[in-house]
């Protein structure tokens, strides 16, 4: 490293007189032999560009500006920790569960573009994306990876065994082979389970709640997604108890979701489940619209459907996730290993109502289920 007379590390861009002026003249005639030819590589490292070559009089001109200084003085700089967030869905979809991330993230001690920085790629439903995107992560070398739902985390999972991963996953992460235990997940992963796979016996209930003589209910899947069998065994089995019976529909495109309510009107639906899953939540709006458009009554997973005049939801705080997820990446930044780190378990659940939909589909809901209800949207 150069030092300059001042004792300090590196040289001004505004710095003069002879001093200086011998300063630059000891630099270059140890470089010399880089200068004498029309390309220099080995200049180019010692100022901080990398490997592209770099012609002699750029190299000249810029020591005498002072930019050599710039990379000698950066060393000196701690880098800011970078924190790689995989998501399946999309940034519209996710805005304000981003926001809790961040205040997650805040309250550990990290607010971002002041001392870490977030890498956000999102999938937007296209899980075919996400095992490339995950390849950039692990390629950037990120100190950890926050990814969710199930198929992001999954993906992370198998792209690295060693950079930390938090994930938000809908069902059971033991079986999804994301750790060995929730209170000792060991590897490099841990996170936050929803349950929200698990609940669609629930929304069942409630539908017939809501529609005590529905006899015939839809199940909208994504074939595409991993928890789709567990789905659809929870609610089968749910079913059975009620005589309802259960027509699954599967769809994981926008055409193929037009297709599934053509089959839910030919088969006379009473209502429908609309399963956990990322590509369904980026289409929330379609989803909800064709559900109203052809008077099916729907339950849904999170509380962006009722949003948009989606009938009722019922699933996970998404809130209260997205803040553990932002308080385990901080953890995780100051040194914690997600192997020390237990798996939380969801406990809060929210029951969101609009009475819009309701009344533009001619539903009287029951002051029972009004009731209970975590808000009513009118």
Known sequence: MLIAPSGRAGISASAGGPACAALRRRFLLRCAPLTHSKTCYTSSV?????????????FIALLGSGVAAWPLAARAQQPMQVVGYLDASSPGASAARVAVFRQGLAEAGYVEGRNVAIAYLWAEGQYDRLPEMAAELVRRQVAVIVAGPIPAAVTAKAATTTIPIVFYVAGDPVKLGLVAGLARPGGNATGVNSFAAELGAKQL?????????AARIGLLINPTNPIVEGVTKDVTAASSATEVQIDVIRASDSREIEAAFATLVRNRADALVVGV??????????????????????????????EVGGLITYGTSLTEVYRQLGAYAGRILKGAKPADLPVVQSTKFELVINLITAKALGLDVPPSLLARADEVIE
Do not use: C, K, W
């Not at 209930?205 to 003589?213: C, I, N």
């Not at 980026?282 to 729907?298: D, E, G, S, Y």
């Open 205 to 213: 209930g409630l539908l017939r709640e809501l529609l005590p003589t």
């Open 46 to 58: 010692i100022l901080g560009l990398g490997v592209s070559p770099m012609r002699r009089r750029e």
């Open 277 to 306: 899953d990322s590509f369904f939540t980026n289409r929330r709006l379609q989803v909800a619209t064709l559900a109203t458009r052809h008077a099916i009554p729907a339950v849904y997973i999170g509380r962006e459907f009722v």
